[in-house]
């Protein structure tokens, strides 16, 4: 398991630190997208933000994918390669599907944040409130799969689900 850090190749994997020693690697993918969404809030642009927070999402599920010892895809879906990588992080993991909408719904403000609304345009205060929509999603993302790296029965029920609290 490896964890993102912000930097991504020229290919535009994500560049991972040395295998993640001791440890939760839950916890610590966790704590990485903590710090890259942070650093998202210091950019000006509501399109860079967007690329920058569609990024740590992708990376997020290439290290979910990698996890599995599987190579993550290039491949894209609908458009992007988000919706690919939650597809083949989900198969033969149906429990995985549960997080199959917040993937959506980033791609969904990505495309506001960066092509505008129904009419082409975005006030100020949209946009910044779809950029903070879109931060919350990612970070609820990283929680799911940082969840599902310390427990493979999150997303059977809910996240919150007592029956799975109860095992812990």
């Not at 690697?25 to 966790?30: I, M, N």
């Not at 609908?78 to 990588?85: D, K, P, Q």
Request: glycine letters at 8%.
């Amino acid at each position: 398991m490896s964890v993102a850090v912000p930097a991504r190749d020229a290919v535009g994997n994500s560049a991972a630190s040395a295998p993640h020693a001791g440890g939760d690697p839950g916890v610590a993918l966790v704590g990485v997208v903590e710090s890259r969404l942070a650093a998202t809030e210091a950019l000006a642009d509501h399109q860079d933000a967007a690329r920058a927070m569609l990024a740590v999402a992708e990376d997020v599920l290439v290290d979910w994918v990698a996890g599995r010892g599987e190579a993550p895809t290039r491949a894209t879906r609908e458009g992007f390669r988000l919706l690919a990588l939650h597809r083949q992080g989900a198969q033969d993991l149906p429990s995985f599907n549960a997080c199959r909408e917040t993937c959506r719904e980033i791609a969904y403000h990505y495309n506001v944040l960066c092509f505008g609304d129904a009419a082409g345009t975005l006030a100020a205060d949209e946009a910044a409130r779809t950029r903070t929509m879109m931060g919350l999603l990612v970070r609820h993302l990283a929680l799911f799969v940082g969840g599902k790296m310390h427990s493979a029965r999150v997303g059977e029920f809910c996240c919150a689900s007592r029956p799975l609290r109860q095992d812990d």
